[in-house]
């Protein structure tokens, strides 16, 4: 997801300005100042507009890699993107409602997006927790999770899954950890630069506060496994 992966790894023209109207640089992204903070070397595979399925595939690639010192986050994101094939690259690509071209059509994308409400997809997420959390206690890392659907949240809510670092700070059913991280003055980029760029994505200062909360709820839960 776009609010993971860090400024430098997504060319995007609004990045480049922001670049520009910072005099050169980039503010660190939440993954690497949580990293630093927990005394880590950050690897960061997050991807603007990934879907689930990619997310999971992409742990599933690196999974051989994991160690028992390592502190895996996973962010699953909108359950409205799935990924489909670039027939020309050969390649997964991601894909949503508005979708469109040589490869899928727009009709073909939003009946594929009007299914993907089906309880199976929120199973499946399930399943690749089950996956997942099985190679932690295997191995030995500590995994935990965030989600920007709601309908994931729900569902973890309703289950008090503590693996998740948002669900304390969800308080009503439509909310995200998006609006934890605003109400500490967490700004976009639009607001921090005064409207000068126009992009809707974490500032500097929010990228701080969003890895002060991850820091918090993984100090916490460390304190009481200990």
């Known amino acids: 997801c776009s609010y993971t992966d860090g400024f430098a790894e997504r060319y995007s023209p609004a990045y480049q300005e922001y670049y520009n109207y910072r005099g050169g640089n980039f503010p660190p992204a939440w993954p690497e100042i949580l990293a630093n903070n927990l005394g880590l070397d950050v690897e960061n595979y997050g991807e603007g507009a990934s879907g689930n399925e990619l997310i999971f595939h992409k742990f599933c690639r690196v999974a051989d ?4 010192d390592d502190v895996v986050i996973i962010e699953w994101s909108h359950m409205n993107r799935f990924r489909w094939i670039d027939f020309k690259g050969n390649c997964w690509m991601q894909c949503s409602y508005s979708t469109q071209d040589e490869n899928i059509s727009l009709r ?3 009946e594929v997006v009007n299914v993907r409400t089906h309880e199976l997809f929120l199973t499946a997420i399930d ?4 996956i997942i959390n099985t190679l932690a206690k295997l191995i030995g890392f500590e995994i935990y999770y965030w989600a920007v659907d709601t309908t994931i949240l729900q569902r973890r809510t309703k289950e008090n899954n503590q693996s998740y670092l948002d669900l304390n700070h969800i308080v ?3 909310y995200t950890i998006f609006r934890e991280v605003k109400n500490r003055g967490g700004l976009s980029i ?3 630069t005064n409207n000068q760029v126009n992009d809707n994505h974490f500032g500097e200062v929010a990228h701080k506060i969003m890895s002060d909360i991850f820091y918090d709820e993984i100090i916490k839960r460390r304190n ?3």
């Not at 890699?65 to 028992?68: E, N, P, S």
């Not at 399943?127 to 089950?130: L, Q, T």
Request: hydrophobic share 10%.
């Open 108 to 110: 073909t994308a939003q």
């Open 224 to 226: 009481k496994n200990n």
């Open 190 to 192: 639009s607001e921090e």
């Open 65 to 68: 890699k994991l160690t028992k």
């Open 127 to 130: 399943e690749y927790e089950n």
């Open 172 to 174: 009503y059913k439509d």
